[in-house]
């Protein structure tokens, strides 16, 4: 009988194909499409359960795991989704990948598939070539030419397989028992970095009947198993959130896959009870969904516990620095680094706040019964530490805003990222105002002058209405632009109409005075100081709130802010 020998190259080749395909094909979709499944991903994850619908949606149309779970740890980092509810997306991602298998068995082994692959890579590459200025028909193009290669990668090692399967003796092998396939598929995916690219390997060797339908599903299982693999070296020396999460992905797989492997037999003997299939390869498809899907059954109920657990784990891996979202979040992202820095933002105005009313004396409802000696003498110290973590938080955001500048930003990604850091560097100026004249607010405290007691509560006062209604400003995000566009230029105003009328009020009760009391310079600069803080606070909100997307140096309300200053 005449032998053909294994032709490794056309496996090789047909192998390497197959992976550029899924590169091309997973670039291709995200110029067409990036940007709308990183809203998916965002808008439809506040629940375990949609994270999992939509994990396995986005994953089966995009084809990338990987992808998925790039954007999961940039949303888990970034504080927009819950280390629980990533954990939903991933179990979903697990799904959602099958659909690969369930295309190639459908279509790759019913037709000649180099001939059906040729109009894709036809139009794509030509699409790809010559539309360099037009980037959704680059990106179309780029799509096509993943998916005809894709195929023709297929069918390269499908041949290849085909060549030698009357010649290879699976009995030796065979007599290793299940564990070989299992480990086999396991070490194999590990390597390739792609359980997709294994799951045709082992449908085209079930095709060829080098291997039984047991066997399959053994190599299917160390697959699932195997893809973890990418995810724990992408987390090696990674933040701790992503060290959780690629725990989480390895567990996940490992205990759905290790308790459905002693169960193939009657696993494989009840879905064609059931199910009726006499296809093998439709079979081994369907195995693969419900071993995912098995897995998504037997952890949801306990994502509450699990995600407890996972918490307590790697404690030493937490990013050092002040900031709360920034440093769990790569530059390499700008859209959901951008949308981190604005919550950076938001927590700052509320430290900001905080040392302002802390520097006045100003407490909340529940705090008024402190003795006033205590709040004295813990505020020196206090007020000192709470203006350096602000300042520390800025010299972080300001090294943040370097590497991001250093990326490619789209027009409207760049203004953004201006319009915030213009917005930050307003707020601490802010701070630094009130910061300048604290020993005059304590100097004032201490003495019994009247008169600087009713221009401190007058200052203090001001600057407390006008940090509330800059909270609420900021927390509005239902209010028209155009109104807040009107309320800060009111405000504005109104913090002019509060420099003059102190002053006058000042002014006028001058003399008789003591002289002793708190001299008129001292009153004079927590005036000038409080007003300025609200001015730069005012603007801080104007460039960060209201000209994102706009040229800064050209808004209306800039305008109008300088024509009301002078």
């Not at 539309?131 to 998916?147: D, H």
């Amino acid at each position: 009988m005449e032998t053909t020998s294994f032709d490794f190259w056309m496996f090789a080749a047909g192998l390497g194909i197959f992976l550029f395909g899924m590169h091309h094909l997973e670039h291709g979709l995200k110029g067409l499409t990036g940007k709308a499944f990183k809203k998916l991903l965002q808008r439809f994850t506040n629940k375990s359960w949609k994270g999992i619908i939509t994990g396995t949606v986005v994953t089966a149309i995009l084809q990338s795991s990987s992808m998925v779970t790039l954007l999961v740890l940039a949303f888990l980092g970034g504080g927009m989704i819950g280390l629980k509810n990533s954990l939903g997306v991933v179990l979903g991602a697990n799904l959602g990948t099958t659909f690969t298998a369930w295309m190639v068995a459908a279509l790759g082994f019913k037709m000649n598939i180099a001939d059906f692959s040729f109009p894709f890579l036809a139009v794509g590459i030509l699409s790809y070539l010559f539309f360099n200025s037009r980037p959704i028909l680059k990106s179309l193009g780029g799509f096509l030419v993943g998916f005809g290669l894709l195929f023709l990668g297929l069918d390269y090692m499908k041949d290849s397989i085909e060549s030698i399967a009357t010649q290879v003796d699976m009995a030796e092998i065979a007599s290793y028992d299940l564990w070989a396939f299992l480990l086999v598929g396991l070490v194999i995916t590990a390597l390739l970095q792609s359980s997709s690219a294994l799951i045709v390997i082992i449908l085209s060797a079930l095709n060829a009947q080098l291997i039984d339908i047991y066997q399959a599903v053994a190599m299917i299982i160390g697959a699932n198993v195997g893809t973890t693999a990418t995810m724990l070296i992408g987390s090696l020396g990674g933040t701790a959130d992503k060290k959780r999460l690629a725990l989480a992905h390895l567990i996940f797989n490992l205990v759905a896959g290790v308790s459905i492997f002693f169960f193939i037999q009657k696993l494989v003997d009840f879905t064609y009870s059931i199910f009726g299939i006499s296809d093998p390869l439709m079979e081994l498809v369907l195995l693969n969904s419900l071993i995912n899907l098995y897995g998504i059954l037997l952890f949801y109920p306990f994502l509450k516990p699990f995600t407890k657990f996972l918490k307590s784990l790697f404690a030493k891996a937490v990013p050092q620095g002040e900031t709360l979202f920034i440093k769990n979040i790569p530059p390499e992202v700008p859209d959901v680094a951008i949308k981190a820095l604005d919550k950076e933002l938001n927590q700052i105005f509320l430290y900001t706040k905080a040392f302002i009313l802390d520097c006045f004396q100003i407490r909340p409802k529940d705090k008024n019964r402190e003795s006033r000696w205590k709040k004295i003498f813990s505020s020196a110290t206090n007020l000192t530490k709470k203006y350096e973590k602000i300042k520390r938080l800025e010299d972080e955001l300001t090294v943040y805003y370097a590497q991001l500048q250093e990326k490619n930003l789209s027009i409207e990604e760049a203004r953004q990222l201006t319009a915030s850091m213009m917005g930050l560097r307003s707020m601490i100026y802010g701070a630094k105002d009130v910061k300048d004249v604290m020993h005059n607010i304590s100097f004032i405290l201490d003495s019994d002058d009247k008169l600087g007691t009713e221009i401190l509560k007058r200052s203090g006062n001001h600057i407390n209405i006008r940090l509330e209604e800059i909270h609420k400003f900021i927390n509005d995000e239902a209010v028209d632009p155009e109104l807040k566009t009107g309320l800060a230029t009111m405000w504005l105003k109104e913090n002019e109409d509060f420099y003059n009328k102190t002053i006058s009020y000042l002014y006028e009760h001058l003399s008789h005075r003591r002289k002793n009391a708190v001299p008129v310079s001292t009153l004079t600069n927590v005036i000038q100081q409080t007003h300025s803080s609200i001015d730069n606070l005012y603007s801080s909100i104007i460039y960060w709130k209201l000209e994102k997307g706009t040229t800064l140096d050209n808004s209306e309300t800039v305008k109008q802010k300088t024509e009301v200053r002078s």
